[in-house]
C-alpha cells in the first residue's frame, strides 16, 4: 500500500504512461532525445503543478493557525536548545523560499526573540517544508525524504544554537531592534471559510511566483536526462570526482529557486549517475543560500554575522552531502 501511494499517487506514474502513450500516439519515439525531452518536461511540470497546488493549500490552511504574533508567543516560551528546534519546526509551515522568510525573521528579531533561535527558523524555512517531503516522497522515496527533511533541521538547530553561542547581537542592523512593534489586537478567530480563502489565496499567490522556476527547472532537467551523457555527469558528479559534494555546493549558492524548482534538476543529474550527496547537497544550497536572499540579508545582519551564516550553511550542507555519498548505497 506505501509503495502505491509512493508511485501512483505522490509519484504520478500513471501520469507518465499517460503522456507517454499520448506522445508514441503522435509518432514521437520516447526512447530518443526529443521524445524523452518532451515527455519528461510534461510530466514533470504536471505532477509538480498539481502536487504543488494541493500541498500549499493544505500547508497555508495549517498556516493560519500561526499568524505571526502567535508564533512568536509560542516561540518566546521555550528557551535552550529546545527553542532552536521549535524554531526550526515552525520553519516548516512558512514560507517556501528564502527571501520570503526574511521578513519574519525581521519580524521576529525585534521582537526580542534570541537571535539563534531565529536563525534556525531562517535556514529551516526555506530548506525544509512540509511541501518538499511529500515531493522528495514521490521523486525519491521515503527514506531520502525523511533524512533529507532531519538533515536539514540538524542544520538549522545546529547553526542557530552556534551563532546563539557566539553572542553575535551586536552584529544586527540596529534598525532592527528599534523598529516599533505594532499593536497587536486580540485576532479574531478565523471560520473555516476564512481560512480555506486565505489558503486558496496563498496557493495561487506562490503559485504565480514559483511557476517559471518551475518551468526553468524541468527544462533544465529535461536537458540533463536526454542531451548529456551519462558518462559526464558520472565524471563530475559521480564516485570518480572526491569534490563532487563541495562542487555542487558552491554551484547551488548563487542560484534563485526554491525546492518545487530544483527536484527536476536533481531527479535528473540522479538519473544519470550522479551520486546522491552531491544532488542532495545542490538543492539545499540553492534553496537555502541564494544571492537574492543573502543581498537582502546583508541590509538587516553586519558582514561578521551574514559571512558566519554563510560559513555555517555551507560547512553543514558539504557535510551532510558526504555522509548521504556514505549511505547512499543503504537509501537507495
Not at 3 to 24: C, H, N, P, Y
Not at 137 to 143: A, K, T
Not at 208 to 221: D, E, T
Request: a neutral charge; one cysteine or more.
Amino acid at each position: 500500500m506505501f509503495t502505491f501511494i509512493q508511485r501512483e499517487i505522490l509519484g504520478m506514474k500513471w501520469l507518465s504512461v499517460v503522456f507517454g502513450d499520448l506522445l508514441a500516439a503522435v509518432g514521437l519515439d520516447l526512447n530518443g532525445p526529443v521524445g524523452g525531452s518532451i515527455h519528461f518536461f510534461l510530466y514533470d511540470v504536471s505532477k509538480i503543478t498539481i502536487l504543488l497546488c494541493v500541498l500549499i493549500f493544505l500547508i497555508s490552511y495549517i498556516q493560519s493557525f500561526f499568524p505571526p504574533e502567535r508564533s512568536r508567543k509560542l516561540l518566546g516560551n521555550v528557551h535552550g536548545i529546545g527553542a532552536n528546534v521549535l524554531g526550526a519546526l515552525l520553519g516548516t509551515v512558512t514560507p517556501f523560499c528564502s527571501c520570503s522568510s526574511i521578513p519574519l525573521f525581521m519580524g521576529f528579531t525585534s521582537a526580542g526573540l534570541p537571535l539563534g533561535v531565529t536563525f534556525s527558523f531562517l535556514i529551516s524555512s526555506p530548506m525544509v517544508d512540509l511541501g518538499s517531503l511529500i515531493l522528495l516522497i514521490g521523486v525519491f522515496g521515503y527514506r531520502i525524504a525523511f533524512l533529507y527533511v532531519l538533515v536539514g533541521l540538524g542544520i538549522a538547530v545546529a547553526g542557530g544554537t552556534v551563532i546563539e553561542r557566539l553572542h553575535l547581537e551586536a552584529e544586527v542592523a540596529d534598525f532592527i531592534y528599534h523598529a516599533p512593534l505594532s499593536a497587536q489586537a486580540a485576532a479574531p478567530e478565523l471560520t473555516v471559510s476564512d481560512r480555506c480563502r486565505y489558503a486558496w489565496e496563498q496557493m495561487t499567490g506562490t503559485f504565480q511566483r514559483v511557476f517559471p522556476y518551475i518551468l526553468a527547472g524541468v527544462a533544465v532537467g529535461a536537458m540533463i536526462h536526454n542531451w548529456i551523457p551519462e558518462a559526464v555527469i558520472g565524471e563530475i558528479l559521480g564516485v570518480h570526482n572526491p569534490f563532487g559534494v563541495v562542487l555542487a555546493t558552491l554551484v547551488g549558492v548563487p542560484m534563485y529557486a526554491d525546492i518545487f524548482g530544483t527536484i527536476p534538476v536533481a531527479e535528473a543529474l540522479l538519473g544519470k549517475g550522479a551520486l546522491l550527496g552531491p544532488v542532495l547537497s545542490f538543492m539545499m544550497a540553492v534553496t537555502t543560500l541564494s544571492l537574492p536572499s543573502l543581498i537582502m540579508l546583508k541590509k538587516v545582519v553586519k558582514p561578521k554575522l551574514l559571512y558566519t551564516f554563510v560559513a555555517i550553511c555551507v560547512s553543514g550542507i558539504i557535510f551532510v552531502g558526504y555522509v548521504f555519498n556514505l549511505f547512499q548505497h543503504v537509501l537507495m
